[in-house]
């Protein structure tokens, strides 16, 4: 079993930045990517970005790709996602995945970012 806790949300005025920070336990060994999503009011959850296993291999949606970076610290079992420019529009509730593949896949109880104009 896989335990995920992110953290790092807060309250940020537009343009400001956000470093999220999702701590993973238990039997990490069966990782592959990971993922955050994130999940506004009243919206579906919806992918932000993820990473391979290494790291070497990254993915954005296009609202974020220009503005938010993904990276994992294996070592530290530790998934990032740095936010920088933040707009309204992002405001949501942030979710770190772990995917393991037929081993399940896992998610965090999420971290709350709000952006306002």
């Known amino acids: 079993q896989v335990q995920l806790v992110e953290s790092g949300g807060g309250s940020v005025q537009a343009g400001g930045s956000l470093r999220l920070s999702c701590v993973a336990s238990?039997?990490?060994?069966?990782?592959?990517?990971m993922r955050w999503y994130r999940q506004a009011p009243g919206k579906e959850r919806e992918f932000v970005s993820s990473?391979?296993?290494?790291?070497?291999?990254?993915g954005y949606d296009d609202s974020v790709a220009s503005r938010f970076t993904i990276s994992r610290d294996n070592d530290k079992k530790t998934l990032y996602l740095e936010m920088n420019n933040l707009k309204p529009q992002d405001t949501a509730m942030y979710f770190c995945?772990?995917?393991?593949?037929?081993?399940?896949?896992?998610w965090g109880q999420g971290t709350q970012v709000t952006v306002s104009s």
């Open positions: 990473i391979s296993t290494s790291g070497a291999l990254t």
């Open positions: 995945q772990m995917d393991c593949g037929g081993g399940g896949t896992f």
């Open positions: 238990g039997d990490t060994s069966c990782s592959k990517y």
